[in-house]
């Protein structure tokens, strides 16, 4: 592993199609050829709810939070590829397995897409974006 992708990453992902956001926080140490580390998914309250139903939602929110594995991350040139351990997402109340691409946009950022394919017959891929920068170098 490259010494580019070592280091703890903060960011945010949008599904809209599964009407999530939130915030994501990773940590990757270096390996053979491949990084592992977590990926902490926290929603993000709708900004369109009152002061109080955001209160309300962001208490909920704080103990909805995601502690997802990263199951592998590769890198080639200025881009990587990797799963998440799959996991139960709220919209279909199903487990989940996500693939996610991106690339380097400069030294400490990177953006790119998510797939998640739902296990349950009958519920919707979706898809969508996340960004990251890196905080600190481990």
Known sequence: MRDDLV???RG???NPQAGRQGTIAFSLRAGESFASGNVVMIPKADSLLTPEERELV?????????????????KQGGNLSGTLDPY???DCDCMVN???????????TIQGTFTTVPSRAGSSI???TWRV?????L
């Open 126 to 128: 979706t898809s969508g």
């Open 58 to 74: 962001s208490d909920v929110a704080s103990t909805s939070r995601s502690v997802i594995p990263i199951h592998f991350i590769r």
């Open 12 to 14: 945010t992902y949008s």
């Open 133 to 137: 920068s890196r905080v600190k170098k």
């Open 88 to 90: 139960r997402a709220p």
């Open 7 to 9: 280091g703890v990453w």
């Open 98 to 108: 996500t693939t996610f691409q991106g690339s380097f946009v400069d030294a400490s």
